[in-house]
């Protein structure tokens, strides 16, 4: 990566009042060593965790807070700020500013120049674990989600109120990351893609579910891939272990029927990868409660019924069917056969086919060796890592995409 591979680009950073907000004088110092220009903007409430000195120093411009400065209003200031920036970063964005955000209130300089803007957004969260996983929270993410606002984390781990989990906010060097991805020019640059990953889990009672051994590393790779082409990615996930990829639309799911209306509700979109590992089956009654051991020693009974196959739907679909569709297919035998007749059964246009057997240590594993299967033939990959294998797959959907484009 260049060390200037950011100049000429202008962001508008948003602090939100909360402790994180001393990381972001971090962020700035990077952002303006990649070349970026940077235009701070802080709420009250951030100046009561860093001053607006220190930000004004390391920014080389004067902090704006003041909705209501008789100088930059007279101008039209919160729409000059707002629409001059290629990017608008907020960093912390704290429950009550992503709140407000949702709602799309205008009562401070912040949340006006948000409503104003028309250019991309990104949050980094950064809240305590139980704010982070309250319903309301929950719902506010969902709607910025839809609205097109992309997020980085937030981490887990230890918080400044002593507690442990998700709400920590992105380290400034992985918002740099995002913020760099947003902007880079490339040949998908304009380009919507939808990627699935990682496994499902079925619920059977309150404590038990259906899974499989999915870590969600391809699908994260093949999101990151894309996104450094300069794609829009919508980063559709099961729930994973692999780290989810920063500068995409996550959207967390946890059963198929969810990933399913995820993945209706992000169309249009120019191509779609359905990297997850979907469960075929799901209970046909959900436990309401935690299922008894039997007195006797009996198992319980579980009838199955099909889950909703995202592929074919997708793939089928007679009006806004993406001009590109990849299945995966993961097999532990006769791979090239099943996975042929699943691209045709399915109606997809490619299918990148892998041997998951035991021993080829693939599910869950650092590295992929598959076999990209379309209308003209299967081509054998060698195995390489899974970023390899990403950013392979990611450089032929962009060949695929302009070609597309440039017929008659």
């Known amino acids: 990566m260049s060390a200037a591979d950011l100049a000429g680009r202008r962001v508008l950073l948003i602090i939100g009042g909360g402790v994180a907000a001393y990381k ?3 962020l700035i110092r990077l952002l303006r060593a990649r ?7 802080m709420t009250r409430a951030a100046a009561q965790f860093v001053t607006p000195m220190s930000v004004s120093a390391l ?8 909705l209501f400065d008789l100088g930059d209003e007279a101008q039209m200031g919160h729409i000059q700020l707002s629409r001059a920036a290629d990017l608008v970063a907020v960093a912390p964005a704290t429950a009550d500013l992503m709140a407000r955000m949702a709602g799309g209130h205008a009562d401070d300089l912040a949340s006006t120049l948000l409503l104003a803007t028309d250019k991309p957004v990104l949050v980094a969260p950064a809240m305590n674990v139980r704010m982070w996983l309250h319903p309301a929270t929950q719902r ?19 918080m400044a109120c002593g507690e442990h989990g998700p709400g920590r906010m992105a380290e400034p060097a992985r918002i740099l990351e995002a913020i760099a991805a947003m902007l880079r020019d490339g040949p998908l640059r304009g380009r919507r893609v939808i990627v699935t990953s990682g496994p499902t889990h079925e619920p059977i009672d309150p404590v ?15 999101a990151e891939a ?16 692999a780290p989810r990829p920063a500068g995409v639309q996550v959207i967390e799911v946890e059963t198929a029927r969810q990933m399913l209306d995820a993945v209706m509700a992000a169309l249009p979109a120019d191509a779609a990868v359905f990297a997850a590992a979907v469960a075929d089956w799901r209970v046909e009654a959900l436990s309401g409660s935690k299922i008894k051991k039997d007195p006797g020693g009996r198992p319980p ?6 889950n909703p196959d995202i592929l074919r739907t997708v793939s089928r679909l007679e009006a806004g069917r993406p001009r590109l569709v990849v299945g995966f297919a993961a097999e532990t035998d006769d791979v090239l056969a099943n996975a042929l007749a699943k691209r045709l059964r399915k109606g997809c246009d490619w299918i990148v086919a892998n041997d998951v057997s035991p021993g080829t240590g693939v599910m869950g594993g650092a590295e ?21 294998v990403a950013r392979r797959l990611a450089a032929r959907i962009a060949e695929r995409l302009t070609q597309d484009e440039a017929a008659p």
Do not use: C, H, M
């Open 35 to 41: 070349g970026a220009a940077v235009t701070p903007v």
């Open 140 to 158: 506010n993410l969902a709607q910025l989600t839809a609205d097109g606002v992309r997020t980085v984390g937030p981490d887990e781990g230890e």
């Open 226 to 241: 894309l996104r450094d082409l300069g794609a829009e990615v919508v980063f559709v996930t099961g729930p994973a272990s």
């Open 208 to 222: 038990r579910y259906i899974a499989n051994r999915s870590s969600g590393a391809q699908g994260a790779a093949i």
């Open 368 to 388: 992929n060796a598959v076999t990209l299967i379309t209308a003209e033939g299967a081509e054998d990959w060698p195995r390489a890592s899974k970023a390899e």
């Open 24 to 26: 972001t004088l971090e």
């Open 301 to 306: 009974a579980l009838a199955l019924t099909e």
């Open 59 to 66: 920014a080389g411009e004067a902090v704006r807070d003041d």
